[in-house]
């Protein structure tokens, strides 16, 4: 249970930074680069405490499959290959941060027994996601 739940958490984070990495190259407003530089290093932080984590309770954490990756890098490039307004990528990252506070919800639910410090940070990094979304909705009228 713990290692499924500490993975879940450490997939979400790695996911996230992987679509601000492929999104950053489409990025013209400086204002928003900056945040969604901030955002990646918050991500990194939680990926960095799951991983610490890991290693505290022995657990290996295996990052998201290749598949999935490829699947994240096409959609992006597909979904910004004309529309690279700051409105757009707002967007596009929006979508993705539902998805993992959607994750985040439903597996706190599902492991519920699980340590308290895998919950405490899936707690976190749901409080992260979602001050994340409030401030990057600002740019949906851009």
């Known amino acids: 249970m713990n290692k499924k739940f500490l993975t879940a958490i450490y997939q979400n984070t790695k996911m996230a930074i992987q679509s601000i990495n492929d999104m950053y190259p489409k990025f013209r ?3 928003l680069k900056q945040l969604m530089k901030d955002y990646e290093e918050g991500y990194t932080s939680y990926a960095n405490q799951c991983l610490s ?3 505290q309770k022995n657990i290996e954490l295996k990052d998201s ?3 999935s990756k490829i699947m994240l890098w096409t959609s992006i490039n597909c979904s910004t290959l004309f529309k690279k307004s700051a409105s757009h990528i707002a967007e596009l990252f929006l979508l993705g941060t539902v998805r993992g ?3 985040l919800y439903k597996d706190l639910k599902t492991y519920k027994n699980a340590d308290q410090d895998i919950i405490d940070i899936a707690k976190k990094l ?3 996601e979602e001050q994340s979304y409030e401030k990057i909705k600002e740019y949906l009228r851009a």
């Open 29 to 31: 407003s400086s204002k």
């Open 126 to 128: 749901l409080e992260f």
């Open 53 to 55: 984590i890991a290693k």
């Open 101 to 103: 506070t959607l994750s």
């Open 65 to 67: 499959n290749l598949f």
